[in-house]
């Protein structure tokens, strides 16, 4: 039998598909043991949500027996291989699951292999960052503010046809949001850590640069959105130079790491209007402190990392995804989605 733990708030409905899968399968859930949801479909719960002494032993015994995880257990990320000695395989809950596996310890340990969910969240974030693109270059604060005042203004608008959109970070959510925006007539700029002949984002876009050549990338958007994981590697990587290197008025998006933009540069370019405006959706701290100044900034806009939050569609596609790893980790074949444990991604 293989021992299957789910770490992670789930409804029984998809709890009973896991046991579904194969008379194989030994599934432990037990939904007092794990984080309570703060909303339909998060993994995550309270910040400060612990286990009683009596129910941190009953975990304990859990993950001992542990041969699969869906998801890193709270408040044991740290001693993972410790407390679960057995354990061969983590289905992660989250597309960016590189800085979780390295905290739990698990890049070097290559007996364990990391799925994460990638793809899961792409089309919800996809549609955030179009939203963004759509209410800055319309004007939606200004019609707004002539409804409420009842103020008939005639004027100019703006479009994204034949703007370009340059896309730094070519992966799953990349070209969901290049996908999108190619209906409206834009012209689609990836950027991405190597290019080959036969990559697969050639199908999304029409020009593709590595990483090295960012700066030329950027010089040529009027919209730009970033996607990238966080790791060592993009860490800071859109600093005061790199934003310098955009294209004047350009309109930024993030839905990736917010470590992978240099906060500080990023208010600088909205202040001076280098920037026209953004939309994020991941900080360098979370949750955003009070004193940001772009909570005051009106062409900014802010969601608080759950603008992929979406039940209906997440969780469905989050069992589906560990039904089929299911299968196939008990045939013996390759699981989608493995973290390249040295790319982090």
Same mark, same amino acid.
């Given at each position: 039998m293989t021992? @299957? +733990? /789910?770490?992670?708030?789930?409804?029984?409905?998809?709890?009973?598909?896991?046991?579904e899968v194969d008379d194989r399968l030994r599934v432990l859930y037990r939904p007092d043991l794990v984080p309570p949801p703060r909303w339909e479909g998060d993994h995550n719960g309270p910040e400060d949500w612990e286990r009683t002494p009596e129910e941190e032993e009953e975990f304990l015994g859990m993950l001992a027996e542990a041969e699969v995880l869906y998801d890193f257990p709270r408040g044991?990320?740290?001693d993972l291989m410790e407390v679960a000695p057995n354990l061969r395989w983590v289905q992660g809950s989250m597309a960016g699951a590189g800085e979780v596996a390295r905290a739990a310890g698990l890049l070097d340990?290559?007996? @364990? +292999? /990391?799925t994460t969910a990638s793809g899961i969240y792409s089309g919800p974030l996809a549609e955030f960052v179009l939203m963004g693109m759509?209410?800055?270059?319309?004007?939606?604060?200004?019609?707004?503010?002539?409804k409420a005042t009842r103020t008939w203004r005639q004027g100019t608008t703006g479009t994204l046809e034949r703007e370009t959109l340059c896309v730094v970070g070519t992966g799953s959510i990349g070209r969901a949001i290049a996908d999108r925006a190619r209906p409206f007539g834009m012209r689609l700029v990836g950027v991405k850590r190597t290019v080959h002949e036969d990559d697969a984002a050639w199908g999304s876009f029409d020009e593709l640069y590595e990483t090295g050549d960012l700066k030329e990338a950027l010089g040529q958007a009027d919209f730009v959105a970033l996607t990238l994981p966080g790791t060592p590697q993009t860490e800071g990587l859109l600093d005061r130079e790199a934003m310098?290197?955009?294209k004047p008025g350009a309109y930024l998006a993030n839905v990736g790491r917010g470590k992978v933009v240099e906060e500080a540069a990023l208010v600088e370019a909205l202040e001076s209007g280098h920037l026209s405006g953004a939309a994020l959706d991941v900080f360098e701290v979370e949750p955003l402190p009070e004193e940001s100044p772009l909570w005051g900034m009106e062409n900014v806009v802010i969601s608080a990392?759950?603008?992929?939050?979406?039940?209906?569609l997440i969780n469905a596609a989050q069992a589906d995804l560990f039904c089929e790893n299911l299968r196939r980790y008990l045939a013996g074949e390759g699981l989608l989605n493995v973290l390249d444990k040295r790319l982090l991604y």
């Open positions: 021992t @299957v +733990v /789910v770490a992670s708030f789930f409804e029984e409905e998809f709890v009973r598909r896991f046991r044991h990320v740290g340990r290559d007996e @364990v +292999v /990391v759509l209410q800055h270059v319309k004007g939606l604060d200004l019609l707004r503010r002539d310098a290197a955009i990392h759950t603008t992929d939050v979406v039940p209906e």
